[in-house]
C-alpha cells in the first residue's frame, strides 16, 4: 500500500501532531520544519528525525515530499498553501483558511489547477462531543433541528502580534463549522453584529474595532443559525461550544469547554396538561476511536489509554488537546491521499465555513447589513 511522505511546518501547536503522524501506519516518512530551531531540533531530537531543511523552499524542492501540513501564522496560511500547491504537493492546513474572499478564491484555483488536495484541519467537526452530536441527528433521535447555534470565546491577550485586534470572525471557524456540516447544507448569507469597544491599541493593524461579533446565518436549505465569537477584552471563559435546538432532543455545550454537555429530551404531558415535558441530564459523551487505526487510538485521550477498553479510557484521563480531534484530523488527511479522493474539510467546505466569517466581519462593519457568500 502507498505511504505518504509528509512535512508538518510550523511546531507550535503544530507540534501536537508530529507524533501522530510519525505513528500512522500509511505515513512513509515525517520531516518537520520550523524558523525556531531551538523548537525545530527539540522536536527532532524526540522524534529520531535527521532530514533538516534550511528553508521553507527547500521543502517544495524536495520530490520525495508528498504532503505539507502548514500550522504557521495566520497571515502565513494563504501565500503557503498556494505555494505548497503550485509545487505539486497535497496541503493541510490549519484554521483559517484565509482571512480574505480573494485568499480563498486563490487556494480554490490552485487547488483545481494543481489537482493536488486541500484539506483545512478543522478540529471542531472531529471532537468526541461533535461525533455525539451527528449520531444524534443522523439516527433521528434529535427529531426536526428547529435551530443551531455555535460559540467560541478566547483571551488572546500576550498571544503573537498577528492576533491582535483580529476581527473575531476572521477566526470565527470553531463557531461556524459544527453548525454548517449539521445543516446538511451550505452558508449563503449572513449578517452579523459587532459589539463592544477596544483599547486603541488593538484596533490599528486591522481596523477592527469590535471585540466581540455574533452572526446570523441563512443556509441554502433555509436553516438558520447563529455564532458568536470574542476575542479581547471580554471576560467569559474559554469555550468552542455548540448547541442544537431539534424537536425531540437538545444538546447544548457546558458552561467551560470541558463541563459534560446539557442534552435535555422532550415528552408529552401525560395527562394532557399544558406544555410539554422536558428532561435535563449532564451525560459524559463516548469516546470516538473505532474509525481509527489502532496505532492512533491512544491519542484521543491526553493519558491512561487502555487498548483493552479505549471507552474507559476517556474517563481516566482527559480527552487529548480539542477534545480527542487531532489523530482523527492527520488519519483522515492521509487516507484521503492512500485512498485518491477528496477529504471530507475539501477547499469547498472549508471555503464556505471560512468565508461566513469574512462575510460575517465584513456586515459587522456596515451595522449588520446582509451579505451574500460566495461559492467557490
Ligand atoms: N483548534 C485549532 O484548530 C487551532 C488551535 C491553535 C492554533 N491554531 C492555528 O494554528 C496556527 C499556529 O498556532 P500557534 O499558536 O502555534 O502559533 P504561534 O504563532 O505561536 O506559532 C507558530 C509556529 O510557526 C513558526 N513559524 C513562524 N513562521 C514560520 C515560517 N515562515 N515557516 C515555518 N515556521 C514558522 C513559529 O516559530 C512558531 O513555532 C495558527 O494559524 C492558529 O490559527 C488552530
Redesign the pocket.
Known amino acids: 500500500m502507498k505511504k505518504v511522505n509528509v512535512a508538518l511546518?510550523?511546531?507550535?501547536?503544530?507540534g501536537a501532531f508530529a507524533e501522530i503522524y510519525k505513528c500512522h501506519p500509511q505515513v512513509g516518512s515525517l520531516t518537520v520544519?520550523?524558523?525556531?530551531k531551538e523548537?525545530e531540533d527539540a522536536f527532532c531530537k524526540k522524534l529520531g528525525i535527521t532530514k533538516k531543511y534550511q528553508s521553507?523552499q527547500d521543502i517544495l524542492s524536495d520530490s520525495s515530499i508528498d504532503a505539507v501540513h502548514l500550522?504557521?501564522?495566520?497571515p502565513?496560511?494563504e501565500d503557503q498553501t498556494v505555494m505548497v500547491l503550485e509545487a505539486g504537493k497535497h496541503c493541510a492546513c490549519?484554521?483559517?483558511m484565509a482571512t480574505s474572499l480573494d485568499g480563498i478564491r486563490r487556494i480554490t484555483e490552485a487547488v483545481r489547477k494543481s489537482g493536488k488536495t486541500y484539506m483545512m484541519?478543522?478540529?471542531t467537526l472531529y471532537t468526541y462531543q461533535f461525533f455525539y452530536v451527528k449520531e444524534l441527528v443522523d439516527s433521528g433521535k434529535l427529531g426536526k433541528i428547529q435551530f443551531l447555534r455555535g460559540s467560541h470565546y478566547q483571551d488572546m491577550v500576550n498571544w503573537?502580534d498577528y492576533w491582535m485586534g483580529l476581527p473575531p470572525m476572521h477566526?470565527g471557524t470553531?463557531a461556524i463549522a459544527p453548525i454548517t456540516v449539521l445543516s446538511g447544507s451550505r452558508i449563503q448569507r449572513v449578517g452579523c453584529f459587532g459589539s463592544g469597544t477596544l483599547d486603541a491599541s488593538l484596533t490599528s493593524r486591522y481596523g477592527n474595532p469590535y471585540p466581540m461579533e455574533s452572526a446570523l446565518f441563512e443556509f441554502e436549505n433555509g436553516m438558520k443559525a447563529e455564532a458568536t465569537r470574542s476575542l479581547f477584552e471580554t471576560a467569559r471563559q474559554y469555550q468552542e461550544g455548540l448547541f442544537v435546538y431539534g424537536s425531540k432532543m437538545s444538546f447544548e455545550w457546558g458552561f467551560q469547554d470541558d463541563e459534560l454537555p446539557y442534552i435535555t429530551t422532550a415528552y408529552p404531558n401525560p395527562e394532557g396538561k399544558r406544555g410539554g415535558i422536558a428532561v435535563t441530564e449532564q451525560i459524559p459523551m463516548p469516546n470516538h476511536y473505532q474509525s481509527l487505526p489502532e496505532e492512533l487510538r491512544r491519542f484521543t485521550v491526553g493519558s491512561g489509554y487502555d487498548p483493552l477498553n479505549p471507552q474507559e479510557s476517556l474517563k481516566k484521563g482527559s480527552a487529548a488537546g480539542?477534545h480527542g480531534s487531532h489523530p482523527h484530523l492527520v488519519h483522515e488527511f492521509i487516507s484521503s491521499l492512500v485512498e485518491n479522493r477528496k477529504p471530507w474539510i475539501d477547499e469547498v467546505l472549508g471555503g464556505n465555513i471560512t468565508a461566513a466569517g469574512v462575510c460575517a466581519h465584513e456586515s459587522a462593519m456596515h451595522n449588520g447589513i446582509f451579505v451574500e457568500v460566495p461559492t467557490f
Open positions: 511546518v510550523g511546531l507550535g501547536f503544530g520544519y520550523d524558523t525556531n523548537l521553507f500550522v504557521t501564522p495566520i502565513l496560511h490549519t484554521v483559517p484541519m478543522e478540529t503573537p477566526y470553531h480539542h
